[in-house]
């Protein structure tokens, strides 16, 4: 069973960068793409970014100038960077696979983990 | 705002169906065959329940079933259940540069 888990920091202060990784267990890292989506306090999924295992990435036009999305393979891991964060980036950021192709089946998903973006 | 269109809510007594639109347009929905949904529940990760339209993965039970009709996908559930009271969200693939989308979701009560 495939599982995935994020960690990093819960809060940062604003125009820093948010840094977070997520570890996969449970089956290889290699051959499927993987996803950063976050969802703020009582609001809807926003779609962040992906990686392939051969580092391709493709980004939320929306975010693209601050985000870094990278893989490690020999860890199982791979990680979001988000610079000059604001309030508005506050909210519940989750690692998911997507699959053969990024097609937005999301079929396994970390648990979440809150990052608070405050002074 | 989100980039596909749901209702905010929809309700519905145990035993009725409940159907959820999910408004896109001729870049995202209307124009692929990946549109996917997912259940939310109070401070869970979302779970999907269809995928590629109206497939559904293993272990999601067939009273869940999914569809669309041009820029507009589908989401019924059939005898409805107090489990499926939650937030749903549908999902369309929108191309390699935006990848995919997210409909704002749509709160389902059991009355």
Redesign the interface.
Known sequence: QVQLQESGPGLVKPSETLSLTCTVSGGSISNYYWSWIRQPPGK????I??IYDSGRT?Y??SLKSRVTISVDTSKNQFSLKLSSVTAADTAVY?CARDGLF??????Y????TLVTVSS | QSALTQPRSVSGSPGQSVTISCTGTSSDVGNYKYVSWYQQHPGKAPKVMIHDVSKRPSGVPDRFSGSKSGNTASLTISGLQAEDEADYYCCSYAGTYNFVVFGGGTKVTVL
């Open positions: 809807g999924l926003e779609w970014g992906y493709s939320n036009p989750y990024p097609d937005g089946n999301f079929d998903w970390g648990q979440g």
